[in-house]
């Protein structure tokens, strides 16, 4: 679709083990993981895929301690500064949290789904499947208060498309309703945003599937990962996994990628 822009926003980065990135694989290599949300601006509309974390349960030391306590979290809580807030980002871009149309959540992880609260009352896309798990706490990376309250959620069931030339792609496995998203402008390659799908090029090039998947279905995320490569084999389209630092070009700032 001709004048789609997709800027990249480093929302803040988490310091963990790298097997929480590729199952069983990487015991006691530390990586330093970015945590991304992307702008996707179309000519029907603004949407945000993803929304990075709750700012309040980093800075706050109380927060902190109840929510990133070492028990759950042995590597502590991400990193985020107020420059790397949502609103941050809509400012240095000349926008606001009015702009945005549509907020689609590729998973409610707490890195992913925390930062609702900076744009409360957008409509909100998520999977039935994934709330579901989200709220039956299914496993400890969802924070429910993250996604309670009046938020404009609109449970949306396998594949579609969001805006043309955006398209919402199942990915289940490391969650039970993950979400990836093709992006495909008139010229040039289209994107893939991976999402947790893929944490790492590793994820991809070896077939390695997510360190944590939902009910031990390993062999439900290496089906969305080999589903991703046969769909960009396909179309031609770039691989964009979601927590490699080194593919985000190491201290990364917001990134910008134009379709023609």
């Known amino acids: 679709m001709k004048g789609i822009r997709l800027t990249a926003l480093l929302t803040g980065t988490h310091r963990y083990e790298k097997t929480l990135s590729t199952r069983h694989r990487g015991a006691g290599v530390i990586v330093q993981a970015p945590i991304l949300a992307y702008l996707i601006e179309t000519p029907n509309g603004r949407i945000l895929y993803d929304v990075g974390c709750d700012y309040a349960k980093i800075a706050d030391p109380q927060k902190r301690a109840q929510y990133y306590a070492p028990e759950a979290f042995a590597f502590g809580a991400p990193d985020m500064d107020p420059s790397q807030r949502l609103p941050a980002h809509f400012t240095r871009l000349g926008l606001t949290a009015a702009d945005v149309d549509v907020v689609f959540l ?10 609702l609260c900076d744009v ?25 208060d993250d ?5 404009r959620f609109k449970e949306m069931r396998g594949e579609y498309d969001v805006a043309p030339g955006v398209r919402a792609i199942a990915t289940p496995g490391h969650t039970a309703g993950h979400m990836s998203m093709w992006i495909e402008p008139t010229h040039g390659s ?16 070896y077939e390695v599937a997510p360190g944590l998947c939902w ?26 996994p979601n927590h490699d630092l080194a593919f985000w070009g190491g201290t990364m700032a917001a990134r910008e990628w134009h379709g023609a």
């Open 120 to 144: 409360a009352g957008c409509e909100i896309h998520v999977q039935a499947d994934e709330l579901a798990s989200a709220r039956a706490q299914e496993d400890m990376g969802y924070f429910p």
């Open 215 to 240: 009910h031990d279905r390993e062999d439900l995320a290496l089906a969305s990962i080999r589903k991703l490569k046969a769909l960009a084999t396909e179309t031609g389209a770039q691989l964009w």
């Open 190 to 205: 289209p994107i893939l945003l991976c999402g947790d799908a893929a944490d790492l090029t590793e994820n991809l090039d």
């Open 106 to 115: 590729g998973h409610l992880h707490f890195d992913h789904a925390g930062g």
């Open 147 to 151: 996604f309670t309250g009046a938020y």
